[in-house]
C-alpha cells in the first residue's frame, strides 16, 4: 500500500502519496536547481497531479505558508528534507 499524507490547501485536505520514482527523480534533478523561493510551488504542484489529476493548481487560491508547510511534509514523506 502506498504512503500518503494530507496536505491543506486554501482550506481543502488532498491526500498525496508519496512520490514515485520519475517524481524524484524530476525533485532532485529539475525542481531542487531552481531558485529556492519557487522549490515549494513545484513541490506541491508535482505532488498535486499524482493525487488528484483534476485538481487545477491555477484555481487553488492558497496563502504562502501553507504551500511552505504542505511542500516540506511532502518532502519529509518523500525521505528529502
Keep these: 500500500m ?3 499524507i494530507t496536505i491543506t490547501l486554501s482550506g481543502n485536505d488532498y491526500v498525496v502519496p508519496k512520490f514515485n520514482l520519475s517524481q524524484l527523480e524530476t525533485v532532485v ?3 531542487f536547481q531552481m531558485p ?3 522549490v515549494p510551488f513545484a513541490v506541491v504542484r508535482l505532488a498535486l497531479t499524482r493525487a488528484d489529476p483534476q485538481v487545477d493548481a491555477e484555481a ?5 505558508d ?3 508547510v504542505a511542500a516540506k511534509s ?7 528534507s
Design 2 to 4: 502506498t504512503k500518503t
Design 29 to 31: 534533478s529539475e525542481i
Design 36 to 38: 529556492q523561493a519557487k
Design 60 to 64: 487553488l487560491e492558497p496563502d504562502a
Design 66 to 68: 501553507e504551500v511552505v
Design 74 to 80: 511532502i518532502l519529509v514523506a518523500a525521505g528529502l
